[in-house]
């Protein structure tokens, strides 16, 4: 199986209101996710890049096309799917410890022991190591974030579906969570798709930008990355490639 | 608010109940006569005599047991109808008119029936206790759940949560200050309801000393026993609070007594 994820001909139709009107908010949208790959989607706001990853998360249902998953068709939130939200302070529950957090998804259905093992290795991937005990609103906002990352990392997921994760994060806490993402990606084989609405970020990141105009949206290029897959801060974004992608993609934002 | 906030147990809110114990001794004393009104000191004699009595204790230990078994029934079967009400939109539909009009309705009023049904006894005595208690808890629970954000339930749902895990792990902590502002408001008003069932009706506790003693002429006695429904529901009160400091820490009781106030 090449793709893990396959959507076709996917068209989105949201009631405004009253039940009979109805906007239209994904159109004609084709997208393919292969094993191992960052996929970042970048658009103005308001285009309909929330909407994509929602249906691609189960979490909104779409109105016409194919949704495939694993080869089946996505209705509700599929297993090995991993949803990380933009607004982490409502995604955590503040009454959990970091730990008791972590371990919310995987508590139930591993041992205790095998619980308590993966919740130790997602604090170590995300660098929460030492605030097991913290509660939520005792961390910093990278750090709430960082820990709804080890929570979505916990259920060892093929995919994770992250909406524009780094949006709140100062700029020194983002370009550490970026090189952090990008050695996940070679640590586990794990797939990305990647929301957001900079630029750079989606260049620096990203395997393949797709760029979405809209409403409703609809990708209207989908660019592959050529870059070296040794990312570093100052040096990758310094290449004239870099530039050169950056300067291609804002054109196609834009229109013109 | 912040002075009802300060007021509960401090040293000038106690200081404040024996100036006032001070000017109703001197008023009785000196200033007007009302043969059945008697001084605090005279009540505080009458209640030193009734402490040595056996009666005087299993009356109290009658109306607590009373109140706290009707407020038991009543906080599981308010959590319970809340939470019913608060997560499924069809059982709301078909039971917020019918709790809309039985939510006014005084629980005394149910004291004749109660009689009717089950006789001078501690079955009437509950039924009293449980309907009004039952209120505050399934509203509060409901409003608790109501006001859970939906950002939460897609959190849930993409974390792919059971049905059981969802509303034990996330629905109910995240609804628990509210469902603990209804089980208080419930645990003073199960108090209050036990003793008027006492009065009308159940033969036995406080209330039914109340109206005793006063039918007995000694209305030092009965003071003695208005008192001690006081210092029944400071002691519970504080024991609640007590409880409620453990289950929820970092949130200090008096912002729960500021929420009591509100409602």
């Given at each position: 199986m090449k793709f893990i994820y396959q959507i076709e001909n996917l068209f989105l139709e949201l009631p405004i209101g009253n039940p009979e009107e109805k906007r239209s908010i994904l159109k004609n949208i084709h997208l393919t996710i292969e094993a191992g790959k960052i996929y970042t989607i970048v658009g103005a706001s308001g285009c309909g890049k929330t909407s994509l990853l929602r249906v691609m998360g189960g979490l909104t249902q779409k109105s016409s096309g194919k949704v495939l998953y694993q080869n089946k068709e996505v209705s509700s939130p599929p297993e090995g799917v991993a949803f990380v939200f933009q607004d982490y302070a409502n995604a955590l529950l503040p009454w959990r410890t970091v730990e008791k957090n972590i371990s919310l998804p995987i508590e139930d259905s591993l041992s205790a022991l095998e619980c308590s093992a993966r919740v130790k290795e997602a604090i170590a991937q995300v660098h929460l190591t030492g605030r097991e005990n913290d509660y939520p609103w005792?961390?910093?906002?990278?750090?709430?974030?960082?820990?709804?990352?080890?929570?979505?990392?916990?259920?060892?997921?093929?995919?994770?579906?992250?909406?524009?994760?780094?949006?709140?994060?100062d700029a020194m806490t983002k370009a550490s969570m970026q090189d952090e993402l990008l050695k996940l990606r070679d640590q586990t084989n794990i797939s990305i798709v990647f929301i957001t609405h900079d630029i750079e970020e989606a260049i620096y990141i990203g395997d393949q930008v797709s760029?979405?105009?809209?409403?409703?949206?609809?990708?209207?290029?989908?660019i592959d990355i050529s870059l070296s897959p040794n990312r570093d801060q100052l040096t990758t974004r310094g290449l004239p490639e870099f530039l050169q992608y950056r300067k291609l993609i804002h054109e196609s934002i834009k229109g013109h | 608010m912040t002075f009802v906030k300060n007021s509960s147990l401090s040293f000038r809110g106690i200081a404040g109940v024996f100036l006032f114990?001070?000017?109703?001794?001197?008023?009785?004393?000196?200033?007007?006569?009302?043969?059945?009104?008697?001084?605090p000191s005279a009540i505080l004699f009458s209640w030193f005599d009734l402490l040595t009595?056996?009666?005087?204790?299993?009356?109290?230990?009658?109306?607590?047991?009373?109140?706290?078994l009707g407020w038991t029934v009543a906080s599981f079967a308010g959590i319970f109808l809340g939470l019913l009400l608060g997560l499924s939109k069809t059982f709301y539909k078909?039971?917020?008119?019918?709790?809309?009009?039985?939510?006014?309705?005084?629980?005394?009023?149910?004291?004749?029936?109660?009689?009717?049904?089950?006789?001078?006894?501690l079955k009437?005595?509950?039924?009293v206790i449980i309907l009004p208690a039952l209120w505050p808890v399934l509203v509060n629970t409901m409003g608790g759940i109501v006001n859970i954000p939906k950002s939460l339930y897609e959190v849930v749902a993409s974390l792919r949560l059971t049905n059981f895990a969802k509303i034990y792990k996330v629905f109910i902590p995240s609804a628990k200050a509210s469902i603990l502002v209804g089980l208080r408001i419930s645990l003073s008003l199960s108090i209050i309801m036990a003793v008027v069932a006492e009065m009308?009706?159940?033969?036995?506790?406080?209330?039914?000393?109340?109206?005793?003693?006063?039918?007995?002429?000694?209305?030092?006695?009965?003071?003695?026993?208005?008192?001690?429904?006081?210092?029944?529901?400071?002691?519970?009160?504080?024991?609640?609070?007590?409880?409620?400091?453990?289950?929820?820490?970092?949130?200090?009781?008096?912002?729960?007594?500021?929420?009591?106030?509100?409602?």
């Open positions: 005792q961390l910093s906002g990278g750090m709430q974030q960082r820990l709804q990352i080890a929570r979505a990392l916990a259920t060892k997921p093929n995919v994770l579906l992250m909406d524009e994760p780094f949006a709140a994060l760029i979405m105009r809209g409403p409703p949206g609809e990708i209207f290029e989908a | 114990l001070f000017f109703w001794e001197i008023l009785i004393r000196f200033l007007i006569q009302f043969d059945n009104l008697p001084a009595l056996k009666q005087y204790w299993e009356e109290i230990a009658h109306t607590l047991f009373a109140a706290m078909y039971t917020s008119t019918s709790i809309e009009v039985m939510r006014p309705w005084p629980g005394v009023a149910f004291a004749p029936i109660g009689l009717l049904l089950f006789g001078f006894s009437m005595e509950l039924l009308i009706g159940s033969p036995n506790g406080i209330g039914y000393a109340i109206i005793r003693e006063q039918q007995a002429m000694k209305p030092t006695n009965m003071f003695a026993y208005i008192f001690t429904i006081a210092l029944i529901n400071v002691f519970i009160n504080y024991l609640l609070s007590k409880i409620v400091d453990r289950l929820s820490p970092g949130k200090p009781t008096s912002r729960l007594n500021q929420k009591v106030l509100v409602q």
